[in-house]
């Protein structure tokens, strides 16, 4: 099958679940093309079956904000008609739903064949951003026009029916982990380098935006370390990250917190990871915490959205209610300070993990694609 996969090719959750789920379908056999404005990030591997195509947005003195959407759909029709795609599978609503729409539409009135849309909706884009009034009724229109639209956990799909008129089902299908590229020995060398004395090592990766709090997750560890050695790795970037490193300052845990920044080989990090700290005020799913189980790390996190859809309170990891900066310290002293109820969670925590494998999940978007399969190009369903 030729399926077009549009996507923010950026660290962010959807960008990652949409290139690993191209990657894992040019696996299978299916002939893939990433529709995007850059290469993304874990776009990292040769395959025969993948094609990238660069939307390029030209930019003139009459613009102050180059028109992306209509470039993009541009873009969809091009590579469409050139690559004679069975579907579009777009990530995230705005603007790649509404994009889609138009390339269909010109499709349509160019050719008569009706070029179907498939939407997964990933979390700020219906949370956040989407019920925003300036772009709600372009949000509403173009998931009820697409032909089938899925969520990435139970909590997303209400928030949509909550938030939106929505007229059509949504199907839940759960984000995903390669349990086989998290499952990872720890790298000694590493570890000692982060860790020289045997340290307990934290973890926290984000976009560092508002929503995330990270500030809660500094305090935490903050309180932590009073009573455990400890060391933090602050991965990722954004525009909470200066004040972030001030408050290390205020809260004098400087010296044992590290920002790395972005980094691509997560799993390298999190196979080193004792504790994963998530503090956000909202997860649609909560990927990174997915990620951090499948690298045997146990995971303290907000009862928040979607991420008790994965999560197996005081199994798993634990939760809290957003902001309780106080129970989450004290779960993570406690546990921190138990080697042996420390490795039996870390198991239990990967095991759960593999529910969410990416072999169990990429069968459910096949048979999506299945109904829309046209019969030249079914080969491989």
């Known amino acids: 099958m030729r399926i077009g996969i549009v996507c923010y090719p950026t660290f962010?959750?959807?960008?990652?679940?949409?290139?690993?789920?191209?990657?894992?379908?040019?696996?299978?056999g299916h002939q893939v093309h990433f529709i995007t404005y850059q290469q993304p990030v874990r776009l990292n591997v040769y395959n025969a079956n993948i094609f990238y195509h660069e939307v390029s947005v030209p930019t003139y003195p009459l613009f102050d904000y180059p028109p992306y959407e209509i470039a993009l759909a541009s873009t969809m029709v091009d590579v469409i008609t050139n690559y004679d795609l069975d579907l579009l599978h777009v990530h995230y609503a705005i603007p790649h739903a509404s994009a889609a729409y138009m390339a269909k539409q010109i499709i349509k009135n160019k050719t008569g064949r009706n070029v179907p849309i498939i939407t997964t909706l990933h979390g700020t884009d219906i949370t956040l951003v989407g019920r925003d009034k300036t772009y709600e009724p372009v949000v509403t229109f173009s998931i009820n026009e697409s032909d089938a639209i899925t969520a990435v956990?139970?909590?997303?799909?209400?928030?949509?029916?909550?938030?939106?008129?929505?007229?059509?089902?949504?199907?839940?299908?759960?984000?995903?982990?390669?349990?086989?590229?998290?499952?990872?020995?720890?790298?000694?060398?590493?570890?000692?380098?982060?860790?020289?004395?045997g340290e307990k090592i934290l973890v926290h990766a984000s976009?560092?935006?508002?929503?995330?709090?990270?500030?809660?997750?500094?305090?935490?560890?903050?309180?932590?370390?009073?009573?455990?050695?400890?060391?933090?790795?602050?991965?990722?970037?954004?525009?909470?990250?200066?004040?972030?490193?001030?408050?290390?300052?205020?809260l004098q845990v400087t010296d044992h917190v590290r920002f790395v920044g972005k980094q691509e080989q997560i799993e390298e990090i999190l196979a080193v990871c004792d504790a994963f700290l998530l503090t956000s005020?909202?997860?649609?799913?909560?990927?990174?915490?997915?990620?951090?189980?499948?690298?045997?790390?146990?995971?303290?996190?907000?009862?928040?959205?979607?991420?008790?859809?994965?999560?197996?309170?005081?199994k798993?990891?634990?939760?809290?209610?957003?902001?309780?900066?106080?129970s989450m310290s004290e779960f993570a002293i406690k546990i921190l300070s138990n080697e042996e109820a420390l490795a039996e969670m870390k198991e239990a925590a990967y095991t759960h993990s593999l529910h969410f494998d990416i072999k169990n999940i990429i069968p459910q978007y096949e048979e999506i694609y299945k109904k829309f399969c046209r019969q030249e190009h079914c080969t491989y369903l």
Not at 16 to 28: F, H, I, N, P, S
Not at 284 to 305: C, P, R
């Open 281 to 314: 005020e909202y997860e649609s799913f909560g990927l990174a915490a997915l990620e951090a189980m499948a690298a045997k790390s146990i995971v303290i996190a907000t009862n928040a959205g979607g991420l008790p859809e994965i999560i197996l309170q005081n």
């Open 12 to 28: 962010g959750g959807s960008g990652v679940l949409a290139t690993e789920l191209g990657k894992a379908l040019a696996d299978e």
């Open 153 to 197: 956990s139970q909590n997303l799909k209400e928030e949509t029916y909550k938030n939106f008129a929505i007229k059509k089902d949504i199907e839940v299908i759960t984000n995903f982990v390669d349990v086989s590229r998290f499952n990872k020995k720890p790298f000694d060398a590493f570890k000692k380098v982060i860790a020289p004395n």
């Open 207 to 250: 976009n560092f935006r508002k929503i995330k709090r990270v500030d809660d997750v500094i305090k935490v560890f903050a309180e932590v370390s009073k009573h455990i050695p400890a060391k933090l790795l602050m991965v990722g970037d954004g525009p909470e990250r200066h004040a972030m490193e001030e408050l290390t300052r205020d």
């Open 316 to 326: 798993t990891g634990f939760m809290a209610n957003i902001g309780d900066v106080k």
